[in-house]
């Protein structure tokens, strides 16, 4: 159904999925079918707009989840209720909360100073000097589920802080920069470092560097 984008479908069936496996019992012996089912019901309730059902359903996920990739992404769910909801710097703050909490370090101040921005302009610039634009391209794939979630909250962010305008637009520069550092650091997450190289190159453009745009 949610295939089909019949996303009324897909919440009708998940929510009765949900309530055959009700109870902390099928949590301890169906934990992987349990927090997949959950996930995919808080995101289709987000589109049919029942933010409310979707909080209450990440609450329930967060009182049972066993692993740091899991409370992540749960959080990230919780972000976009925030952005849904018109909450644009509650869903940053939580981005920033998450990025604390898996070890990246990025000022929690929302929204963020100009200083921040240029010296993340400044890291992912040197960063970019010491690898071919060959070598860039080369880049591997990444497998590692908390480093993927983590660039995906990073382009929660971005998202979040380009919808508030030109308030966040040093937000939306240094989490794009940012990301582009973490990518060729780390590797390729998908459609994520689409956004983070076309972002820095657009910084670069806007700065009148446009060969190192272009590149």
Known sequence: AMNKAAFLVAANYLRRSMELLEGELSWSQHYELCTDLHFSSANIEIVVGNYDCSRAILAKVLNFCRTKEDIVAARMIGMSIQRGDGDLMGSVKTGLEILREVGIKFPQKVPCSKFVFWRELIRTNAILGTNSTKKSLDLPFVTDRLKQLTVQTMSHIAEASF????????????????????????????ADACLAFAACGMVHALLGKIDMALE
């Open 163 to 190: 919808l508030g305008g030109d308030r966040y637009k040093n937000m939306f520069a240094a989490i794009c920069l940012r990301m582009t550092h973490f990518t060729i650091r780390h590797g390729v997450t998908g």
